[in-house]
């Protein structure tokens, strides 16, 4: 051990005054200056490991200061999943650092054998040709982003692929199952690539999604991939990969009875609601023997529920005018629209009733 790791502050401070040698203070007079003015505090002189919070020294502490520091990376917990075998989460990340043993791979450390694609015998094989932009790879992707209404061109490289999914804006349901999907459908592709190398198998589309379908419904039949969003997309994409919906679980329940309109009356259910900003309305009108008689829907502008539940109303109370219905059963979910048109129930004048 150096003199200098066996030297303590005692040696320097006691007296309850700094005793810095003349040397030193003539080489760093400002560091004397700031260690003098340094108040210390009536303790025991003793060491302190300052990558440790509490001062205390240990194997974790001591391992994250000497090993080799990397950036952080969004994707890094992004590919493992309970749901995803390990063995095709390694094999993404694998694709990510670029670590295939593709042809133009294979030709950099020596080794010799073809060049071309072995799914469309078209282009020079590399990762993410065969991946990704093999004409014969790129349809198989898109028939997995119509699945899944992604209106967007296909990526042109594994990593961008991978941080595209990533920012995918889904439900937790949906979300794990694009995730599932993507990571299935890369380790697919590869092993029908050494496939048809290896095994003369001729490229099938076909087989691939075949694949990718029976994983997705492994995945949801065996482990809690969450809940859906209540909206249509939801369920056209759940629809579109045969997998059942897991709707989110109400805080309460309200049990509700619809009862049909009295004799020689007409009774117009309305609803209103708020999509990505814009107010959405619609009613339908039916009389007393369940008949409907006529519905509506309607889309505005910018708005929230209250205005959409009114406007609602409004388009029912202007078909019933030009109807000419004169008694009119009006039914709407908002209370507070009710309580306001209930107030001005006699300004509409004629034979009709609100309820909520």
Partial sequence: ??????????????????????????????????????????????????????????????????????????????????????????FVWRTIVGKLPTFDMNRLIGIQGPNRCPLCSAAEETMDHVLLNCPFSASIWADVFRWFLIDQPLPLDVGSMIRFSIHQKNSKQVGNLWKAGVVSLLWSLWSHRNNVIHKNFAPSRHLILKQVRVFLCEAANNFVLGTMANSVSDLLILNNISIAGQPRKPFSYIYVAWHLPPPSWIKVNTDGSVREGRIHAGGVFRNAFNDVLGCYHFSGGQGVAFEA???????????????????????????????????????????????S
């Fill in 309 to 355: 539940e009114l406007f609602a109303i409004i388009i029912a109370i202007e078909s019933v005018h030009r109807a000419k219905w004169e008694r009119v059963w009006f039914e709407s979910d908002s209370s507070f629209v009710v309580q306001l048109l209930q107030s001005l129930s006699e300004t509409i004048g004629g034979f009709f009733g609100f309820s």
């Fill in 1 to 90: 051990m150096t003199p200098y790791f066996s030297q303590k502050i005692s040696d320097y401070y006691f007296d309850n005054k700094w005793h810095l040698t003349s040397s030193f203070m003539q080489s760093f007079p400002r560091i004397s200056l700031d260690i003098i003015s340094t108040p210390i505090p009536g303790l025991a002189d003793d060491r302190s490991w300052i990558r440790s919070g509490f001062g205390n020294i240990t194997a974790a502490s001591a391992f994250a200061h000497i090993r080799p520091q990397f950036p952080k990376v969004d994707w890094g917990s992004w590919i493992w999943a309970p749901f995803i075998p390990a063995r095709r989460s390694l």
